[in-house]
């Protein structure tokens, strides 16, 4: 995600750099073409461009408008997973007790490896819904014994998710918990689910082609159509006055094309790694773990 700064040309250029640069050729050529060979034909004023360039300006926004649903909801169903993961964490430090003093140190051990397994889950998410390896981002998380079970999975998470509702089971059958509390963290495990399965729901349902390939090939045409009713009224000035245009409606296209998959592994992206690394902060500090990570900061103006 691209952290907030102020406006920089040099970003807002690059954005759509190539094609502004085609297009800045393109108009210069029907000016040379027009004022130059005099081929008057290539001048067509009378193009409703006005009417047109409405039309197409309400395409775009409604494929934004959509676009920006599926990130914004993406960043909420991630919120919701770092709530979730903290309430977890919460009931399993508070809910599971040791029914005797002998069973006190295999009681904190399970509540650690449950903690342990919640921020291995986390980013075993991230790591699918980014489609990469999810087993290069656990070395550290789990036990060797644990990424050799994991490695023919092929829904990590929910295998994860099958440990530690299998624990809270266990801790049910040993009356660490009763059963008001086991439907409790049964609960939290059936939210994260949701949530993982939400997300996993955007990532695997891409936007229909016709939002991606319509939306962008009625912008080339109207930048293509614009010089020719510029150049008329606008003489050697028309590349100025399509290319300011036509940057207006390139970059927008880009904008929606950018947003529309949030799990891309992209500059545009919802933050995944700062938040997963937000959780496992927030999890082995419940812990009482002295040793804890640093936040993630902004590399070049892009938090991953």
């Known amino acids: 995600m691209i952290v907030p700064r102020g406006p920089q040309i ?14 800045f050729l393109y108009d210069l050529a029907i000016v040379l073409l027009y004022k130059v ?44 997973i770092v709530n979730n993961s903290r309430a977890w964490t ?6 599971i007790a040791p029914q005797k003093e002998s ?3 295999t009681v904190r051990a399970m509540q650690c490896r449950m903690v342990h397994l919640q921020i291995a889950w986390v980013n075993a998410l991230k790591q699918q819904l980014r489609g990469l390896p999810p087993l290069d981002e656990l070395h550290g998380m ?19 998710s099958m440990w530690q509702s299998d624990m809270v089971r266990q801790a049910l059958e040993k009356d660490w918990i009763d ?13 994260l689910g949701d949530l993982q399965g939400g997300s ?17 090939l009625f912008v080339k045409i109207y930048c293509l159509l614009l010089p020719l009713s510029l150049v008329q009224s606008m003489g050697w000035f028309t590349p100025l006055g399509s290319t300011l245009v036509g940057f207006i409606f390139l970059a927008l296209d880009k904008i929606g094309r950018d947003l ?25 500090q419940a812990l009482g773990e002295r040793s804890l990570p640093e936040p993630l900061q902004p590399v070049k103006g892009v938090l991953w």
């Open 90 to 95: 919460r009931q399993v430090l508070t809910a």
């Open 200 to 216: 996993e729901r955007i990532k695997n349902t891409p936007m229909p082609k016709q939002y991606d390939y319509y939306p962008q």
């Open 103 to 105: 069973d006190r140190e």
């Open 37 to 80: 060979l005099h081929w008057d034909w290539v001048a067509l004023p009378h193009i409703p461009l006005a009417l047109f360039g409405s039309a197409i300006g309400l395409i775009v926004a409604f494929r934004n408008n959509s676009s920006y649903g599926r990130w914004w909801e993406a960043r909420t169903l991630w919120g919701g």
């Open 142 to 160: 789990l036990e060797e014994d644990d990424l050799v079970l994991l490695k023919d999975q092929k829904n990590i998470p929910l295998t994860i």
């Open 10 to 23: 040099r970003h807002l250029i690059g954005y759509v750099g190539l094609p502004l640069l085609t297009l």
């Open 260 to 284: 529309e998959d949030p799990f891309e592994n992209s500059i545009y992206d919802i933050p995944l790694s700062s938040m997963c690394r937000t959780i496992e902060i927030n999890l082995r």
């Open 179 to 191: 059963s008001l509390q086991w439907s409790a963290l049964d609960r939290s495990l059936e939210d």
